[in-house]
């Protein structure tokens, strides 16, 4: 079956330094990979590659099965990049749209739907969030920080992706937040049918969340496989990681 990612041998040069080499990643569909790694490992970096916001020095990714730089024009990209979601570290919403609009703006954008038929997708993605549907019409700042990552989450969700990107989805929220957070991208995984990458520091959060782990060490994936796999992996990062002094 083809990977829903498919990342093969790449390099990523910024400002002179080399932040990826020869790296390599499958991820298969409906699998929730945790991507951990040190500050400063290439992270986000990755992330922002997996999504087309950078272009790798080097190498090639492929989301199910099509080459995320490969042109063949607009349209085809365009159509790639409706296959997955993303929710950014502090959601990113637009601070002058109201709660509605931010979810609705990936609707409009695609300019596909009427003006009821966004109204109805909107509140279903609210729901499908927790969400209320007087929630509708607050502006960010009036939001929790919980509600900001369920409203970021419910436009990741609005054009109803395949692929689910999170990066760092529990930061910032205290401890029973960050509890029931995972306990939504997990329900809402299964129900939907979703493959899911998240970047994460959180042991608690991939734990509770994942069914593989991908360790990103010395420019490269160093281990990938289950917790309990990578755990066994005999490497500083890893032992620092997984196994921190109590």
Known sequence: MTPVIAINDLFTRLGGLWIHRHLNLEIAAGEMVALVGGSGSGKTTLLRQMIGLLTPTQGTIRLFGEPLFGGGGVVRERALRQRFGVLFQQGALFSALNVFDNIAFPLR???????????????????????????????????????????????????????????????GLDPDRSAGFVRLIRRLGDELGLTVLLVTHDVTTLAALTTKVAVLAEQHILAHGTLDEVRQFDHPFIRKFFHPPS
Request: with cysteine.
């Open 109 to 171: 954008e695609l300019k596909c739907f009427d003006a009821a038929m966004i109204r109805d997708l909107v509140m279903l993605k609210l729901e499908m969030v927790e969400l209320l549907p007087q929630h509708a019409l607050l502006l960010p700042a009036e939001l929790s920080g919980g509600m900001v990552k369920r409203v970021a989450l419910a436009r990741a969700l609005a054009l109803e992706p395949e692929l689910l990107l999170l990066d760092e989805p529990t930061a």
